[in-house]
């Protein structure tokens, strides 16, 4: 059985900063993942990283402004952590290769994003993620030594001892269908978070949400769920995003009548106001009657604001979506784009070293909430925020493996998960198709918990999603072998996005007021007098369980949000 100090689940940015974090520092370490490392959600990233490296820019403004877009609802100590080691991360990931873009005179050059007071995304084309993955890929071979890889293997389960502490993980091999118990000192999740659970969103088919499922069903909480965070570019065609780059570069929206209409919403910030806000005042127009398209739904992206040569150089990604998914020459006319579902805020409750209340589970990146972006996260501090905590978790878990022994094998977490994985290859044809649900799922998150929620929606999306819960106990596939067996893992993955979504409902009905990424048309406003606080929810035998807990306030104070 393979034993090591930290085994990290997930190949992302948070995993592999992980896992080369804990190697440096002396351990033993394993990094799995259920597809190719380089195919990860992160290599998806497009316009940047935030970080406070210009000489006339400082942390304090980065964290300041990190706070307000979070609608006070971030822990502000683990974003004093994120802001002031920002540069120094940025430094480090240029001085081991990433390509950052430079500026005529040969510096780090910095484009402008939402909700920050200054220019302070440091980028790479709109291929960011793809280019600092690939580096940390690459760095990490140099320590073949003492890091085993486990590429397209598939964690069903944690393990815990008698203790309750985590001590490994049951996988299975993709590739052949074999299951293995992990033994480990240390479990690091980094799975990503859960956008699957919506349809459309701008995230891959691989982001269910396991990492999260997974930790609730050992016990540990979850902190922020509500807070789902609508990106206001997703093309109304699919949802595929467009990089918040491009208004970063100059690009405007527009309603049916060619207004800037963001100026009544946003009159400082216009655009590049925070994303919660911007989501909500296209939503606004939409329903309001000031849409495009032929049934109004959407709102014009023009680009042809930006120099055409610039648009090709910096944003060129784009440039190829917008043909590609829209027919659209973004360089020449305005693409129809509209809100949609793109990051979780939420996650598995964590410190500020990625630990989380089960000894030996640490979470770090999509999956955990730290909390840093509290009621909604700025654009390019989600991949900070992956490397930060990430390095941080790996540091800590090695560092707390140098006092352990190694835990005692034990396969019954393995029995159970064969057993489950042989009953749905099993299932006979009768219930619904595992697609199907999932589809439903997605349909209902999409109409129900969305940029606007009221009591009425969100209790008709509970109603929804414990059927659907029921359902799945029947829900059948086509594929019956082991090699590659997508649609077993596919039926695995929709129990973690049931789990997370139910998670998401319950705490939108909880919290009775509107803030960040929450708008709640009937408590439309933010009340801090009750409503100061995060929600924690648990799993128990009944079902998820409410509690909550203090928010970290530091240096600012919250005041009313505009921008
Ligand atoms: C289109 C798009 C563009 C974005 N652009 C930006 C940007 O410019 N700047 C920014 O800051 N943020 C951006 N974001 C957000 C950011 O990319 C993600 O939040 C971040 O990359 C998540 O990284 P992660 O390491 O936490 O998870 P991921 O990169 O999603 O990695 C998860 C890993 O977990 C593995 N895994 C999951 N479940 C299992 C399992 N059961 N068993 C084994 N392995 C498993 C996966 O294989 C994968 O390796 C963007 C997001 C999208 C969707």
């Known amino acids: 059985m393979p034993a090591h100090d930290v085994l990290i689940i997930g190949a992302g940015l948070a995993g592999q900063r992980a896992a080369l974090a804990a190697a440096q520092a002396g351990a033993t370490v394993a990094i799995m993942s259920k597809v190719h490392p380089v195919r990860s959600h992160s290599v998806a990233a497009a316009g940047g990283i935030n970080a406070a490296i210009n000489i006339s820019d400082d942390w304090h403004s980065h964290a300041y402004d990190t706070v307000k877009g979070s609608d006070f609802l971030g822990d502000q100590d683990a974003i004093e952590i994120m802001c002031s080691e920002a540069p120094t991360e940025v430094m480090h990931l240029e001085h081991i290769g990433v390509t950052f873009h430079r500026n005529a005179k040969g510096e780090l050059d910095l484009r402008a994003f939402g909700g920050a007071s200054m220019k302070r995304t440091a980028y790479v084309a709109d291929i960011t993620g793809q280019a600092i993955l690939h580096v940390l890929y690459e760095q990490l071979l140099k320590h073949h030594d003492t890091v085993d890889r486990f590429e397209e293997w598939f964690t069903t389960s944690l393990i815990q001892d008698a203790d309750g502490r985590c001590v490994g993980v049951a996988a299975r091999d993709v590739r052949s269908g074999r299951m293995e118990t992990f033994a480990a000192k240390n479990v690091i999740l980094a799975c990503g978070g859960a956008g699957q659970a919506y349809r459309p969103t701008t995230n891959a088919l691989i982001v269910t949400g396991d990492g999260i499922a997974m930790a609730y069903r050992i016990g540990a909480p979850l902190m922020d769920m509500e807070m789902v965070q609508y990106h206001p570019t997703t093309l109304v065609e699919n949802g595929l995003l467009i990089t918040e780059g491009a208004r970063g570069e100059g690009a405007t929206l527009l309603n049916c009548d060619g207004e800037r209409f963001m100026e009544k919403y946003a009159p400082n910030k216009m655009e590049l106001a925070s994303r919660d806000v911007v989501s909500r005042a296209e939503q606004t127009e939409i329903l309001e009657g000031r849409g495009v398209g032929a049934d109004g739904s959407g709102i014009y992206l023009d680009v042809t604001t930006v120099p055409r040569k610039r648009t090709l150089e910096a944003l060129r990604e784009i440039v190829n979506i917008g043909k590609d998914f829209a027919g659209v020459d973004i360089t020449r006319e305005p693409i129809m784009i509209r809100p949609g579902q793109h990051y979780i805020m939420g996650g598995v409750k964590t410190d500020a070293n990625g630990a989380t209340p089960i000894e030996g589970l ?161 408590f439309p406003e933010r009340n801090d007098d009750e409503w100061l606080k995060h929600i924690d929810i648990s799993a128990n035998g009944a079902g998820p369980e409410v509690t909550y807990s203090p928010v970290t306030i530091t240096q600012w104070q919250p005041e009313e949000r505009k921008y």
């Open 362 to 522: 640490y979470a770090a990146g999509e999956v955990a909430c730290v909390s840093v972006h509290g009621g909604n996260r700025l654009g390019a501090n989600s991949l900070l925020d992956t490397l930060i905590f990430g390095r941080r978790a790996g540091e800590h878990a090695a560092e707390r493996a140098k006092g352990l022994s190694m835990p005692p094998s034990d396969d019954e977490q393995l029995r159970r998960d064969s057993e489950m994985i042989d009953s749905i290859i099993s299932r006979e044809r009768g219930g619904r198709r595992v697609s199907e649900i999932k589809e439903e799922l997605g349909d209902t998150m999409n109409q129900y918990v969305a940029v606007y929620r009221d009591h009425e929606g969100l209790t008709k999306a509970h109603e929804i999603v414990r059927r659907l819960r029921e359902e799945t106990d029947t829900a059948w596939i086509d594929d019956r072998g082991t090699v590659f067996n997508q649609d077993v893992l596919g039926a695995i993955e929709l129990g973690y996005m049931i789990d997370c979504a139910e998670a998401t409902v319950v705490a939108a009905l909880e919290r009775q007021e509107s803030r960040g990424a929450q708008f709640r048309t009937d």
